[in-house]
């Protein structure tokens, strides 16, 4: 039986420290689910006893229902000199309630007496307390030393003491950081030789990318006997990012021949990674190795013909292993199997030869060709469906709307002021409304026209709203995709509009999203 | 003395065959001198045999005087079945008339048979002939061995019988290549020990990041006794990328301790970076190890008081070296230092405890707080330090505006018109425009009001144009930031403005814009 190597995901915690990606709390639930699905074995998903907010989100994890995934809470060993049951940040690890607790203590005695300011003897009790008290009160305890490789450079006998300390208290996996992310790959495999020398317990690697070996260096470790990898989607992270799960999975998997995830889940890499880069409203990274879009795009040349008839000839993997495609032309056939691909998924049984299908096809070809991008967007692209298919049935007709902003010397804010015209069932309905800006004005002329008519849109709100500048370089000519993010307190979907108005772009996404959730309700009605 | 690692970069021939990276051949020239001065050994300046373009470079460059890059033209070996003297891509490399010709050969038998379709004793002969007949016309050959490892993994007799073909014939050096990128630093590590008990020649690297490993790749190959390395600036390249040299100089300088560029040329690191990236159009990778923008930034919390205290507890090398600074995000204390920074750059003096200097600093962090953000918008952070000051004084009086976006049944396309009331030096203008949303339109009627009394506004355009929802989590009513790039041929530079209205954040963006092109041309005709 192959080795089982642990894949413990902080795209919610460490990934979060990246500049410029945040999650709200239904974002990092969205990703909790998808990577619980993807087969990842922990999910980190913040520092309760750092951030308040965090907490919130462990309250609502505990009543989604996760397939396999144990969720992990982050925290410190405890300050010096008090008892570990009196730190209120181990008492927030407690109450988080989740099934692991990970704590970071330090191995490095420069940061113990110059960032601490504690002495060498109370670090290790801080860490043996620390990890005895939670050992008690959650089911597995994880250990980060942090900044292990520089310590073991500096005070090898004190870094492996530390280690020691967390085993004898309780902790279940001792894991390794390269907290500044600047250890080389021949260091990080003779110094995990080394640690296998004085421990028993089983070692994780935690790597960050600063000399941009982050998956090098948590490949090398577990090629010297390592069995839990840390990392984030996407490799993101403070600094240069984390160590890139999304290379280090099918690096594990296809090439060291490990069990990491379950090898047909491979296949929703790809998808995943782009669901990040949605949520963090970052562009994907084109060059990215396994699944971005370039990974597999051969130009034209003496390549082609072999890597048509051959593919291995050029090709490291196989692309659909990960979820990627190869481009050499545009493929319609590849396009077309994508498409009964995701029809599947929303339970629409399409043949590839029918006519619908191809009608699907088209259609999205042409979306696709303005600009819209359905990753992250699965209302709409359900929505787009159907309405390829004709069984679509519209829930009101838009006669037109208006926005207008205008400024008065009375007032430091502009006036955002729009009106809606439209009819439900026949029934004309003119609206007008103010907000806070033009969208926020038409969101509510919008449902003042139509709650009357469909109260349970009172249970819909927005819970995010993302701009992306399409053909950056037209300036305020430019294309501008939207993509809002609703909830109604059951689910949460993603609707996109493109347009170059962006008001227009927002307003097709508003109208998406309403349609979404009153064709959902209504087919659950009917149940 | 320490080791001399030969640094060989192909950045204007493997990285252009990166997916929308291409170079003018005025580009190649300024790269040229760009590397040349940073102190790389080998400059690959194309492939003339197969790109005839290419020659007029290999022409341009032979006048440009360079201190110590050798330039290297591609190519190689000959057809099956001619000799040397009668292969017309051989023919071009000696007319190419560099003092170094790069030749590469096939490795892997199924190559050989399937693609090259011939037999395995005339690819040993057609290695033989081809680097013999370029060693008598060019000063040093250089054999790249393609697919070298996948073509070890296989058949490894006939892997090193290639290289000992080439060996004999006169190369200088054999580059093992890792032509599909998904090679292990641990496989590259064994593969070059084994080969160095087998050939003498000096060995070389050539990467790619199909497996996220190119730079692991090549320092292991270092590691192993490898002394030259093969790679692209940024690792533009085909698919993933080549191995990106801008992290691989730092490491063998400052981490392996080998000498690769003279030392105090790493301080040009990311200027060469970021010119690269200018040339070839991409937006700078911020993520970038050593010298992105986010590569020393840190977060707020508990790392802040000790890096200003011990930078090396929180980051691997001194960002100063490699040309990059450190970025605290947030932290008053870095506040106040980072805008005396700033300020000296901009010409103004102020010193630490003056009330100028408290008043800038207080109004930037308020700015700061309603999520204002002065990366990339040095414009509005040079007109904010002036009207704390109270040296600005404004062009136009705003009275008001007004932006009206409607649909009509005729028309799929919403109309946009905007309306301006200013006043110019005291006369009243009132203007309206039409555009294809409402930030284009307010833009268009904004300079009809101004252009009469400013005509060097009609040099004026926008170059880009990004926008960014803070606060996500409160859907459409979230705050939202405009960042505008501007430029008239001279200069380009950022303004940013933020409100929860979008038209507002634009329009603040928009007239700091005007602001500082009139500001700057003013103090240019005063001088």
Redesign the interface.
């Known amino acids: 039986m192959a080795r089982v190597i642990k894949i413990y995901d902080t795209t919610l915690r460490d990934g979060t420290?990246?500049?410029?990606v945040?999650f709200?709390?239904?974002d990092k639930v969205r990703l909790a689910e998808r990577l619980d699905a993807l087969g990842v074995h922990y999910i980190e998903g913040g520092w309760p006893g750092?951030n308040p907010k965090d907490m919130r989100f462990f309250r609502r994890i505990q009543d989604v229902p996760l397939k396999q995934a144990r969720i992990a809470a982050f925290g410190a060993t405890r300050r010096a000199g008090i008892s570990a049951a009196a730190d209120p940040s181990l008492q927030a690890l407690v109450e988080a309630r989740t099934p692991v607790a990970t704590i970071f203590g330090k191995s490095w005695p420069?940061?113990v007496t110059?960032?601490l300011q504690t002495t060498l003897p109370e670090n290790l009790a801080m860490i043996a307390d620390s990890v005895a008290f939670l050992a008690g009160r959650v089911e597995e305890v994880v250990y980060d030393a942090e900044h292990f490789f520089d310590g073991m450079k500096r005070d090898r006998d004190y870094a492996l003491e530390t280690l020691r300390a967390a085993e004898r208290a309780g902790a279940r996996v001792l894991v390794l950081c390269d907290?500044?992310?600047?250890t080389?790959?021949?260091e990080v495999?003779e110094i995990v030789r080394e640690v296998r020398r004085h421990v028993r317990l089983p070692l994780g690697i935690h790597a960050h990318?600063?000399?941009?070996?982050a998956?090098?260096?948590s490949?090398?470790a577990v090629?010297e006997g390592v069995d839990h990898v840390q990392g984030t989607l996407n490799?993101f992270g403070?600094?240069?990012?984390n160590a890139?799960l999304v290379?280090i999975i099918p690096?594990l998997v296809l090439?060291?021949g490990v069990q990491a995830i379950p090898e047909p889940s491979l296949r929703e890499l790809r998808d995943v990674a782009r669901f990040a880069f949605e949520l963090a409203?970052r562009?994907p990274w084109?060059?990215?190795?396994?699944v971005?879009?370039?990974?597999?795009?051969?130009?034209a040349g003496m390549h082609v013909s072999?890597i048509l008839?051959?593919p291995e000839?050029?090709?490291?993997?196989t692309p659909e292993r990960v979820g990627n495609h190869r481009r050499v032309l545009v493929s319609e056939l590849a396009g077309r199997s994508n498409i009964l691909w995701k029809a599947r998924e929303y339970g629409l049984d399409l043949d590839k030869d029918t006519p619908e299908a191809r009608r699907i096809l088209d259609r999205l070809k042409q979306l696709e060709d303005e600009g819209y991008q359905f990753e992250g967007a699965e209302a709409s692209f359900e929505l787009l469906m159907e309405r390829a298919l004709g069984n679509h049935r519209p829930y009101f007709e838009?006669?037109?709307?208006?926005?207008?902003?205008?400024?008065?010397?009375s007032d430091p804010?502009?006036l955002?002021e729009a009106t809606v015209r439209l009819q439900v069932k026949g029934i004309p309905e003119h609206t007008a409304a103010t907000?806070?800006?033009?969208?926020?004005a038409?969101?509510h002329a919008l449902r003042k026209a139509l709650e009357e008519f469909y109260p349970n849109l009172r249970e819909l709100?927005?819970?995010?709203?993302?701009?992306?500048?399409l053909d950056?370089?037209s300036?305020?000519?430019?294309r501008?995709r939207v993509l809002?993010t609703s909830g109604d307190g059951e689910e949460t979907w993603g609707t996109v509009g493109v347009?170059?108005?962006?008001?227009?772009a927002?307003w097709q996404a508003?109208v998406d999203s309403v349609e979404y959730k009153l064709r959902r309700d209504e087919r659950r009605s009917l149940r």
Chains 1, 2 share one sequence.
Do not use: W
């Open positions: 420290q990246g500049e410029g945040s709200s709390m239904e750092s420069f940061h110059h960032a907290t500044n992310g600047g080389l790959p021949h495999a990318n600063d000399g941009e070996c998956v090098a260096n490949l090398a090629v490799g403070e600094r240069c990012g890139n290379s690096n090439k060291l409203n562009t084109q060059q990215q190795p396994f971005g879009d370039s990974a597999f795009a051969h130009k072999a008839k051959h000839t050029y090709e490291h993997v838009l006669e037109g709307y208006r926005v207008i902003v205008e400024t008065r010397r804010e502009p955002a907000g806070n800006g033009p969208v926020n038409l969101d709100h927005l819970v995010d709203y993302k701009v992306r500048i950056e370089t300036g305020t000519a430019a501008t809002v347009a170059h108005n962006i008001i227009d927002s508003l």
